[in-house]
């Protein structure tokens, strides 16, 4: 792979995490307001963008492993790295047909859907993961979605590495990016 294609892959996984922290960002602003829509979207975004890094540097496709294997290489991720989890590169894919799926599986049990808190200390400690559709421990910061369950400070380490590793080549290979502007210039434009 030239170094223009490999530059463009390293730019947008780094966008990935970029991403990634807004996420955060949003995640921790929704727990203090208490907005459970928040949570669940900040969530989402979090898990899309790990999603996204995921798929390129593990491609699921045979169409793009060779593209796969030397990103990794010259990142110098090992194949075995955790983010090499089909888990979280599936967690979003056909939604309609996998929530269906689910609904099929919980039919006439006592699920759980969209809690935000801690479920130890809560009505539906006992309740099954498989039977939880949608929820945040606060307290054990795991993330459930249709009864797959992540441990998010696990998947938050896990990116980690990979960004470091990002940032490195982003920086080598970008450098003029890195650089910041002059004080009193801010590049960030206001939409109002």
Do not use: C
């Not at 995490?17 to 459970?36: A, C, D, M, P, R």
């Not at 790295?81 to 939604?95: E, G, V």
């Not at 200390?121 to 307290?139: L, P, Q």
């Amino acid at each position: 792979m030239d170094l223009n294609k490999l530059g463009l892959h390293i730019h947008e996984i780094r966008n990935q995490f970029t991403y990634v922290e807004i996420g955060v960002g949003l995640l921790n602003q929704s727990l203090e307001k208490g907005s459970v829509p928040g949570v669940f979207y900040a969530l989402q975004s979090i898990f899309q963008s790990a999603s996204q890094v995921s798929r390129t540097l593990w491609a699921p496709r045979k169409k793009g492993r060779s593209r796969s294997d030397e990103i990794r290489k010259f990142l110098g991720i090992p194949d075995d790295h955790p983010l090499n989890n089909k888990d979280i590169q599936t967690l979003f894919d056909f939604s309609d047909e996998a929530n269906e799926e689910w609904i099929k599986k919980t039919a006439g049990k006592y699920i759980l859907m969209d809690y935000v808190g801690d479920l130890g200390a809560s009505d539906h400690k006992d309740v099954e993961i498989e039977n939880v559709f949608r929820s945040f421990d606060t307290k054990r910061k795991i993330y459930v979605y249709r009864g797959v369950g992540f441990q998010l400070e696990n998947v938050m380490t896990t990116l980690k590495s990979i960004s470091d590793a990002v940032n490195k080549a982003h920086y080598h290979l970008f450098p003029e990016q890195w650089v910041e502007p002059p004080e009193g210039e801010d590049d960030d434009a206001d939409y109002k």
